[in-house]
């Protein structure tokens, strides 16, 4: 005999839930088939992104030069303080050494100074500001003591600043290595967007780069302009002889430079010392505001932080060393924000 019970039917929460989810997944599908493939970036958004980011290395870059120049400076500088330091005890030694040949010579006579006796077991600056204890002592006591006392002030004052530069130092070391992550990660990222390229859109942008420079060494006109000085000319012409150098973050030769690592080399070899960073170079000498009025050899400066410098090569042409991926090459002033001219 058939059963004639109803089937069972579904509670009211169960079918909430498989309602639910039912329209989720309808949901999903809609806008996985409504959503567009993300579009590839042209080689020319990735040459205007890469571009950027070079520009932004740059500038960590010459925040690093600084660290770094910094850093040398903080470590020479300490170094000559500890040496004084380390003459300054041996000469206390000395001083201390004699007053205790004063205190060996009274004890052969008849006993110590009770002042004498208790200086050599604490600090001197308690018996000088004693009338009464200078009124124990003899002349050569005081002398003697004097010249302790003046010699302790010196090494804990010299002392005290070794400490200071220590904690600047660490500082400036934090400052560099902070800035080197910075330029590496821009770099990096600039080369994950060329990794990004066609091999036929690479070798597109490798021979613009080839025809950039070759017109830098082979088409550019300087004129007859004359050399700001004749160590300006000669700065000038050390740098001529590394166009084609690469560019290399924090470089100063002489195979590779990075823009002020230039700048900076190419005094030097006309004997002239300059400051390490662009901003720097930029209070380094009187500074030009007219294009016009620019001589052979002034450093021009670029950019309204004043990242960038080069040489002025004459003719509207700046020789420097552009960013990463360029050599050493001449360019166009106007290519770039040109701040002013300085003249060494």
């Known amino acids: 005999m058939a059963s004639h019970r109803r089937p069972k039917q579904p509670s009211r929460a169960r079918v909430t839930v498989l309602t639910t989810v039912a329209a989720a997944a309808v949901a999903v599908s809609a806008q996985a088939a409504n959503a567009a493939p993300s579009a590839k970036p042209s080689k020319d958004e990735v040459k205007s992104k890469v571009d950027e980011l070079y520009e932004q290395a740059e500038q960590a870059t010459e925040k690093y030069n600084g660290a770094k120049e910094k850093q040398e400076k903080l470590q020479k500088e300490i ?4 040496d004084n330091v380390a003459r300054g005890q041996q000469e206390l030694n000395k001083l201390r050494d004699g007053l205790g040949s004063m205190a060996a010579g009274q004890y052969r006579t008849g006993g110590i100074d009770p002042s004498l006796q208790l200086f050599l077991s604490a ?6 500001d004693k009338a009464s204890t200078l009124d124990q002592l003899s002349g050569q006591q005081v002398e003697a003591l004097k010249k302790i006392q003046d010699k302790q002030r010196e090494l804990t004052q010299e002392r005290s600043e070794a400490s200071s530069k220590l904690k600047d ?6 400052e560099l290595g902070n800035k080197k992550k910075e330029v590496q990660g821009k770099l990096a990222e600039a080369q994950r967007l060329l990794n990004s390229l066609t091999a036929a859109e690479k070798a597109a942008l490798a021979a613009e780069q080839a025809r950039a420079s070759r017109a830098s060494a082979d088409r ?3 004129g007859n302009s004359t050399p700001a000085s004749g160590r300006a000319g000669a700065a000038f012409s050390a740098a001529q002889t590394k166009i084609g150098s690469p560019y290399v973050y924090g470089a100063t030769g002489p195979s590779s430079y990075d823009c002020s690592g230039l700048t900076s080399w190419a005094y030097a070899q006309a004997g002239v010392g300059i400051p390490r960073t662009s901003q720097a170079q930029a209070n380094a000498g009187t500074r030009i505001y007219s294009q016009s009025q620019l001589q052979v050899g002034d450093l021009v400066i ?6 960038h410098v080069g040489l002025y090569a004459g003719n509207g042409q700046v020789l420097h060393a552009p960013r990463t991926g360029t050599v050493v090459r001449y360019e166009s002033i106007n290519n770039m924000p040109f701040q002013f001219g300085v003249r060494i």
Do not use: C, E, M
Not at 123 to 128: E, F, I, M, S
Not at 169 to 174: E, G, K, N, S, Y
Not at 302 to 307: E, Q, R, W
């Open 220 to 222: 550019v006109q300087l």
């Open 302 to 307: 670029f950019y309204g932080d004043l990242h």
């Open 123 to 128: 600090d001197p600056d308690d018996y000088l």
């Open 169 to 174: 130092l660490a500082a400036t070391r934090t």
């Open 79 to 82: 170094s000559t303080i500890q």
